[in-house]
């Protein structure tokens, strides 16, 4: 086989898997947020950014959403996003909901509790691994390190 040909083949299938992760990302999302909240703006144009259409809600009780979404108290963030039949809560990075919708564990949704720097609607650098957590009736457990 001639280099340039393997090349471009490897090429095709490089592209080829990243639409198939992209694919498995939820067409919509409903993030929940105060309305005061910036950096929950930034990681909505985010998910918009990835082609899924998002419903920002800032006039509900953001408590109220995390406990009906079984998210564990004492590791929530800024807002709550729905997405397919997750949760996501907090400024999960993206590598991390792809591999949520990859993988379909069973569980209630992932999270990253506070504002880490360098996550999507966070500016900065990233200081330290991002924890992800999977969570499940108010209990978590690790979902993967970033």
Do not use: W
Not at 6 to 17: C, D, F, K, P, Q
Not at 117 to 128: F, Y
């Amino acid at each position: 086989m001639k280099p340039a040909f393997s090349h471009l083949l490897l090429t095709a299938g490089l592209a080829l898997g990243a639409t198939t992760v992209h694919a498995a990302l939820p067409d919509t999302a409903i993030l929940y947020k105060n309305p005061q909240c910036g950096c929950c703006d930034g990681y909505a144009r985010h998910l918009e950014r990835l082609g899924i259409d998002v419903t920002v809600v800032d006039d509900q009780p953001l408590g109220e959403i995390k406990q009906d979404a079984g998210a564990p108290y004492g590791q929530g963030s800024c807002h709550t996003v729905e997405m397919g039949d997750y949760v996501i809560e907090g400024h999960v990075p993206m590598a991390a909901v792809e591999a949520l919708f990859e993988q379909r564990p069973d569980t209630d949704g992932i999270g990253l509790a506070g504002m880490p720097s360098g996550t999507p609607g966070m500016p900065g650098p990233q200081n330290a691994p991002y924890e992800v957590y999977q969570f499940r009736d108010q209990q978590a457990s690790p979902f993967m390190t970033l």
